[in-house]
């Protein structure tokens, strides 16, 4: 259930090596799962697995695979770009033989364009910094310091930017405050109201909910029921 | 300026408090019942310890996107978000700004 990928290094060097969570057993449909990031990804860690095994349960395989930067990652965050990201889906796309992908929160700013899925309640650059650097000036605020999103925008463009504890640099930081999910033919949204509960990215303490889980995998069993006629 | 009928005010005055003791009942996990149960001295950041500054974050993002408002940094300060009262009167201030 866990095993790794290889992603070929831009600068020609070694390939570099990231696990992947995959319900795995050769079937015919295989969705590639673009996970939410930084803060959501762990208040959605569980979620994105149940759903998962809601997928397994219906004979289809899922894949998550770590971008480089990300969850087990050995590679430096502030050194990974939106650009590179994407080009990493995709790589992960081809070496995992999906046929589908389910981009998360953010994660749908990387689903590659070639492939059929879905957009679950995506999260558009702007709105993923806007909250984060709030978070980022409210704490600052409690320190008696006062930093501003337009001051700290304009750090981070050109030094990098330090939020909640992620280090992001300065590429990632101007790609994000124009980043908006774009649907390729053959992928949809699914919207977080069809769920029929508050997003879980919201707690502030991290929880889970099978029902959600539930219908997300029906909604994409039913979606791949509907193209398949 | 035009004065909006008492009834019809005061539906839109429970609505907006509906709707943020539903937003902080999202964020913290609370049912409908607790969430109802909160009054303007009902303290919220630095009373509840699971209402750090990301989730106050994330609370204040989603609530610019049900209530249609865009909070500005000089708007977030700690009387605003020290009690369900502070934020709901700054709720209030940003709908119907004179």
């Known amino acids: ?229 | 300026m035009t004065t909006l009928p008492h009834t019809e005010s005061a539906a839109r005055e429970a609505a907006i408090d509906r709707q943020l003791k539903g937003l902080i009942a999202d964020v913290l996990g609370l049912d409908a019942a607790q969430a109802e149960a909160f009054g303007p001295e009902t303290g919220l950041f630095g009373h509840l310890p699971e209402l750090d500054s990301m989730a106050v974050a994330g609370l204040l993002t989603e609530m610019e996107d049900r209530l249609g408002i865009v909070i500005e940094d000089d708007d977030v300060d700690g009387e605003m978000l020290e009690t369900y009262g502070g934020l709901l009167a700054f709720a209030r201030s940003k709908l119907n700004p004179r």
């Open chain 1, 1 to 229: 259930m866990i095993f790794t990928w290889n992603l070929a290094d831009p600068d020609g060097g070694l390939a570099k090596e990231e696990l992947v969570v995959g319900f795995d057993r050769g079937r015919p449909v295989r969705v590639l799962v673009l996970p939410a990031w930084f803060d959501e990804a762990n208040k959605l860690r569980r979620f994105t697995v149940e759903v998962m095994r809601r997928l397994d349960s219906a004979g289809i395989d899922s894949l998550l695979p770590d971008l480089p930067g990300c969850n087990e990652s050995l590679e430096p965050l502030e050194q990974q770009t939106l650009g590179y990201w994407r080009e990493a889906a995709k790589a992960a796309a081809e070496a995992l033989g999906a046929t589908h992908v389910l981009g998360i929160r953010a994660g749908a700013l990387l689903a590659p364009d070639g492939l059929p899925g879905w957009h679950y309640a995506a999260q558009s650059g702007p709105k993923l910094l806007r909250g984060m650097i709030r978070a980022r000036t409210i704490a600052a605020r409690e320190a008696g310091k006062f930093e501003t999103y337009e001051g700290l925008t304009a750090l981070g463009r050109v030094a990098g930017l330090s939020l909640s504890g992620w280090s992001l640099g300065p590429a990632i930081v101007s790609e994000l405050e124009t980043a908006e999910p774009a649907l390729a033919p053959g992928q949809s949204d699914i919207a977080q109201s069809i769920l029929g509960a508050p997003g879980l990215w919201l707690r502030a303490e991290p929880d889970e909910d099978a029902g959600q889980a539930d219908r997300l995998g029906g909604m994409i069993v039913q979606s791949l029921a509907e193209t398949a006629r």
